[in-house]
């Protein structure tokens, strides 16, 4: 009963310390374009197109945070939610899903997406359209392309491209001067995350203008200094497990990461052991 009483104490405090956090959070919107912008607040970037076709949205972060959500965004225009598109299934990217489908959007994610939160039974947030590998949106003045990345941060990634804006939003493909989160657990890998990137950058050109999952906004050279450093950690970790080095061993050797390290890569929840962790078991589990 003690036992008991203290996690209920624990997850009370840390529940009211969440929603301290996101009480204090203010959404900052960034105009990239005519009609693209960014907006950050807590949780996976926004992105959002405005037009006279209505708003176009690229995720959604917390339920608590949608009405200042949608505040930011009636501020760029009344026009209705007409989509919001989930990069992936983690709730600081759908956590909104609800809220915005009561203001009115329609919800379109990879297959693995309504997979992924119907298991996790967040029905009254499911995708109303899903697709496989690509899809096309036309929107406010432009094609939006949408396109599916196998196995990089989790099996059910999305990335999308605005083709008259020259706006790419990466998802969690993309942590700026972080490392990144590789969800194993959930299919993602490091040499899908690799080839990810590398999709991405044949998408764009030197003016494009990156929104990452998590971050400041970016453009094509940081997103290839990005490759470059999980080119290298890749490198690093295979070469010690081909000297025959364990899971902890890989942990513990801070050579790996530490040209990045020096670089401050390492952050709250992605440590240098957490990536060289999660190098290590994708590696190690590749058929």
Known sequence: MKTLKL?????????LATMSAQNNVTIKTTKLSDNVYMLVGQGGNIGVSVGDDGMFVIDDQFAQLTPKILDAIKALSDKPIQFVVNTHFHGDHTGGNANMKKAGAKIIAHDNVYKRLLEGNKTD??????????LSVYINGEQVLVFHVDN???DG????YFTK?????TGDNYFHKRYPYIDVNSGGSIDGYIDAVKM?????????KIIPGHGELSNKAEYASFLEMLTKLRANVQAEIDKGKTENDVVANTAITKEYDDLNYSWNFITSEKIRRAIYISLSTMD
């Open 125 to 134: 947030g499911l995708p109303v359209i899903t697709f496989n590998d690509k």
């Open 165 to 169: 804006s020259n706006v790419l939003h």
């Open 152 to 154: 990089a941060h989790t």
């Open 157 to 160: 990634d999305a990335m999308l």
């Open 200 to 208: 991405a950058l044949m998408v764009i050109d030197e003016n494009t």
């Open 7 to 15: 996690f209920l104490s624990l997850f009370l405090v840390s529940t």
